[in-house]
């Protein structure tokens, strides 16, 4: 890297996962609106040649005459060579394909058990986890061999397992898991100000948080706007829309199965007393059936199911117009994509010193935990510094519940780096979800594990 | 206290409960079989005049020419003169009535949640814990007053709430709590070894174990006799009766609700790999419905559920049966109880030092369990002296359920404490035999509470 | 406190110590200079009419034209009154006279130990603490019962065990201690920058730095300006200047008794390869007499030994000149203190977020230290919150004095709240300063606390 | 091993230092008087010929008619060879030569610094500690690979770094270290209740102990015989001996440079209220140079400074001694050594179960400690088990002491196993003996490092 009045050129990025029609797009856009930073973005992939239309879609952004700086996007075949001298390495990977995805989300509902989301929690995440801890004990020992130094950035679900692994296989890996739930409880919570005091025109910088718990079951616990404390405010605004929900648009969860009208987040304030921060959809898996018990109670809560038949759909049309994007017949539009990782560079680069969320190890920060558990909290970004801050400890009854999803997430760690069926078993019969019988429960099991056995080197299945 | 040639006199022994029918009897037959020990029994109750029944049996007893010891039992009319000046207490008191009872066992069989016992976890370990703490607080705050440097033995249920209670009240109380369950488990390894090798006549001392865990919740990691390791074993032993059971007596289970073919027991043997070491009734109820799913379910895994009309004719047998001692018409058979209360009276004034297990706050004796919990482990005793013996921690799987009940206790105990009806609700839907909707829970635990309110003073209801 | 157009009205602050001569002018120009806050400081102090003075002279200064706030001053004759309905409270007193220090400082010269300042530890420190944590209890105990919700900001010394007091006493008071040795290093980090590598200009915000220690005795493990790790640096600039010391004004340290070359700081970089971060003459105290054995090695190693006579005169002159000011003869220049007062209440206040130094009870933000010990690390201020950021460890060597000392100041405290003249022996002869035979030790322990008996009551002596 | 009749034979049992004089006549005569145990020592020394003399002594032995077992005594060339497919390990070997010691003890006489052993701590033990760390390194590597499960039995010096050594190379071992040290002070004990009570004829397993602290610097805050609390004794027979001291024989001291007049310990009470349980030889090192300031002071509290030269004498007339044994010149008494191997055996292999103390890694049986330190606590032996009896803490001004100690210990283990010389000084200069000022202390340990630089390989020196 290379400062220079106040701007830092040759900056070298790994990026795992490279090959993405996603969130490549977000970071190609991010990257090209800020106009301090520069350098190359590596890309890898398991497929290489996805690797190479992102280097060939990131580097025609780079010549649109709007973009502020102009980055060089190269795709490489190996991990080797792509970490080798890295300063940052981004991972963003989709850990099997929509086949297993199916399994994960749709064979439990053939025993009853339903899913939101499936790639975090319940059977689903359990299964996923058990397929990307491999990965990820790879890129780990990858990481300490070729990029010991290098700030590793990760985006993959499931988020607590991923960096957990990292940092399992390589205890001096400089990582942290990123995710923008929180961003939109503080969405929520601008919203709110609009609704009950016609306050306009905030940003989530504003809205000042204490963080807690674990990635997508994380809780607030404190929450200021100036010198304002807003959880009064909330508990009336939940009484408010505790029947109706409150929404950005009308029914938007009836046919958007991303979305939801947060009514479970309202009646897990009214229980706890803290403000769930995530969405519906994920809060509702790390709870047991009372708002995934069938269809109808979920659509009673309000909030949409998302099947893989969705995602494919939506991935169809991801490549259609990502083909577009390719082949120059549409412009990537360049807007910020809400993400934080510019941000979280300047701030690893010495640029600026800030305050936000990430998923890493407990030292301390949450209290009554574990250390060594990935957990969610604030932490304070600085030049080489990521220092998590001491967020306290959440009411018993929602510590309990995070205490009792951490401990069977070191659970599903040690079967997947064990490669111990038994032990994975009893993590998925430990699951809240999970209220079928032991003999049942066993079955699914078997078939989801034979379903995703492809991922699963070295088990004896 | 007064020594003298190997003798100690002048006991001052106050026993909180000291009007019951059945395990007063255990103590006087224990007392006049041992010749090392002499003193007064201070009986106290609710009921005075049943404590002064005891009395009346147990100087009845100290005359019988074979009695060893000349105890005195005395008869008080309230807890400060009972405790002051005393050097132990013996606590054993059934907290309420069989109506209570009844309702703790039977109200949640309305809803499809079967109990084998009822007195220590699930619906009905939770309700009778809210009306037993109150109790306990004023019996702490009593220690802490009149006798705060006594040691304190107890023998009611909830074990471990009821231990925890003396301690949050009066932390600096010198109490534990005392159960047999272990001694049950060693029974069975001796028998196992009369099974498996012919090896006869063994005692419960000869087999060595590492006891961990909560109370009726406690585990077994290592077993020995002599030189030999016990679970492998166990392990065979477990192979050859899995389907059988291992029974005293064939097929007792189905005629006496007080036992169990250890089915249960056998198969968390093979599910976790260590010794679960209480009585199946006891385990069952720790576990989701996986045992207690309904009648069906208990009749395979072979063990009974304690009905409340069973414990009313038990009663009834024992009422006339303990007429029968105070008339004179019947002798109480001096016959050692099993219990080790004598063993332990001995230790901690000095006159021996042994090892065996006890439920005491944890400091650091189990790992990863929070200091302050309740725990059941070994500890040596000796004068005045009662030290934990570092167990180590449980295989993860186990750990975590042991982990999820001891956070649980904590939560009912903070809801007794404050009287919160909220908070008591979050342990109950929280505890693994509630795998009913929420809403059924809460109506359950509503009706349940009302019909204990009149032990619940200062709840609003 | 009234919130509009981003200012903030009516807050009221108590002053403890409020009939100060010199920290409240920094406190009354700091005030007046920022044009975001008004309210009231209620000035309390043991001489009410020395509270009178502030309250003449802050409303003076208020009615300065170029004051940008218009504070109001008003003097209490209890600390009840001053208490009642504040917002915030500072403390800033002078425990004892002259006189007490004069036998602080010098009496243990005549043993032949030599303190540079004698406030904080060593002899001196210790038994200033003695007779401060009498005056911190009734702070304390004022506090919870008049206002329990205040922000405390504490000013005395020693900083470490006043801050440990008040919560000791009052456990879920909002306190801490402010400290600017920070800002000093990090002063001499600007003036390295400039003397290696000609950058000029720069503020203290833009060393980033990890602080970990205790007050007085803390580290800098971490340092940076903007992308630039400024530990190598200062290796290379300890070398240039290990033997000439480094000076703002040469040779200041001759005739100044409160300044110093930093040659006790170079050195102790070459012993521990950390940047101690306190003036030289505290940290010569914490250590062995390495740097204080006699006036010659203190003269070879550059700092002052900052007498009671030097100060005595600092404080005739300074009577003088605030005469002069009470009486209208001099104006108060408006120029910032340096201090952070207000950059404090705006952060809890809620009108901006940032990071600095404080001395706060450890809850996990140093590893190894034990918790409930007051550190000095980094925290985050935000609306009505005050929480640490994980620092870490110290490197062994280091940790092991920092804990050495974090533990005898916890014997100290014990020794104050018990009134127990043996424990505070213990304390005394555990100082590393302390390097008599302990039978001299006790005859100056003796005399030292004779000499500050009167404040002492309760004591046997 | 076999089992057979309540008799355990073929035990296998690697001695290193199996070439001893000393501590092998010992252990060869309580093996003998043993009935119950029998098998193989394997002996092996870095001087194999050493090895070979005790194969033939130990044979001798065992055909002596009077012996109650036969074991079988033989000499292995290899660590290798000795340590595969035994049970039990013992180490006991000397590191260093006379030469060395010299250096240890008597080298620091010239700056003023007396120790009167130097094998534990201070200058002395620091350096020993750093040529036997390497030795041990090997020592844990050999038995992590060919003996991992064997028991090892520990009586090298410095005990606690010795076993702390073979914890952290290799975790999973099973070893401890063992003292006597306690056991003196139990004699102690009795002699005093002889003296105070009359009572006689007691064995120090009647004394119970609570046993806590480092080795050598070990401290017991509960005594009891039968129900008698001895503390209230000791503290009037303090008073009673103070002056005098209380000797076994008469001013022993005088000549014995192994013995004292219980002065040091007697002083420790005085100060501390809880009983020192060392030798005051030992007790005196680990304080400031209190009772070790000159030759004079030492006289004054009446104990020995062991001279090498007077080791050298006592080794001479031992190798005479010992000549003779071998030759058949003189017998080998069979009378029991005091120390506790053979009962520790027992216990370990199965045949017995009781409590004692040992030093084991700190898992939370010494309260305040960090874990993973060695700490001398009671434990409980039993079948293929050692279990730490929880000990609780030390009154803070004794806690003090030792916490300081046991991180001294952690620099020093730190130093050795890096071969960091700047780690070592720091340790050096910081242990309490050493007051003498910093650059004189320097010029001191390098010159002792020099002198023991052959036992140092890899070291920069």
């Known amino acids: 890297m290379k400062f220079a009045n106040e701007k830092v050129s040759e900056i070298q990025i790994a990026y795992i996962g490279g090959g993405s029609m996603y969130w490549a797009k977000n970071l190609i856009a991010d990257l090209a609106l800020d106009d301090q930073l520069s350098g190359t973005i590596r890309l890898y992939d398991l497929d290489y040649n996805k690797a190479c239309h992102n280097e060939k879609l990131g580097n025609s952004v780079s010549d649109y005459p709007e973009a502020n700086a102009k980055w060089q996007y190269k795709a490489y075949p190996t991990l080797q060579e792509a970490l080798t001298g890295c300063d940052f390495v981004f991972i963003s990977i989709l850990p099997g394909t929509f086949q297993e995805m199916e399994s994960d989300v749709h064979e439990p509902e053939k025993y009853g058990i ?27 020992q990858a990481i300490e061999r070729y990029a010991p ?13 991923c960096t957990r692994t990292l940092y399992e296989v390589f205890p001096k890996i400089k990582a942290f898991g990123c995710c923008h739930e929180i961003f939109g409880t503080q969405s929520l919570l601008i919203r709110m100000l609009k609704d009950m005091e016609g306050i306009d025109g905030l940003h989530r910088d504003q809205i000042k948080v204490n963080v807690l718990g674990l990635n997508h079951f994380t809780w607030i616990d404190q929450a200021t706007y100036l010198g304002t404390d807003l959880l009064p405010m909330y508990s009336k ?21 991303y979305t939801s009208a947060n009514r479970v987040k309202f009646d897990l304030f009214r229980r706890y007393g803290v403000i769930a921060a995530a969405g519906d959809r994920h809060l509702a898996e790390f709870m047991p059936p009372w708002y995934l018990k069938d269809p109808d109670t979920v659509y009673d809560w309000k909030f949409g199911l998302t099947t893989v038949q969705s995602r494919v759909e939506k991935n169809a049309a991801t490549a259609d117009y990502y083909g577009k994007l390719l082949s120059g017949e549409e412009k990537l539009p360049l807007k ?35 250390h060594g558990v990935v957990v969610e909290t604030n932490a304070v970004f600085s030049a080489n510094s990521l220092r998590p801050v001491y967020a306290g400890e959440l009411p018993l009854p929602v510590h309990n519940q995070v205490l009792q999803h951490a401990m069977n997430q070191e659970l599903i760690l040690q079967a997947a780096l064990k490669k111990d069926k038994a032990l994975a078993l009893q993590a998925f019969v430990s699951d809240p979800l999970v209220t079928i019988g032991v003999t049942q429960a066993e079955a699914l099991f078997e078939r989801m594990l034979q379903n995703t056995k492809a991922y699963l080197p070295g088990w004896k299945l």
Chains 1, 2, 3, 4 share one sequence.
């Open 149 to 161: 130094d290098a700030w590793v950035f990760n985006y993959t679900n499931p988020m607590t397992l």
């Open 114 to 140: 339903y899913q939101a989301v499936g790639d975090t929690t319940g059977p689903g995440g359990l299964i996923r986890a058990l397929r990307t801890i491999p990965m990820y004990v790879e890129f780990a």
């Open 237 to 257: 605004f939940v009484d408010r829309y505790y029947e109706t929900g409150f929404e950005h648009n009308k029914d938007a969860w009836k046919t958007n199965p």
């Open 336 to 370: 910020a994509s809400g993400e934080e990782e510019v941000r979280q560079l300047k701030g690893l680069i010495g640029l600026q010193s800030f305050v936000t969320n990430v998923n890493v190890p407990n030292v301390g920060q949450m209290k009554g935990i574990p």
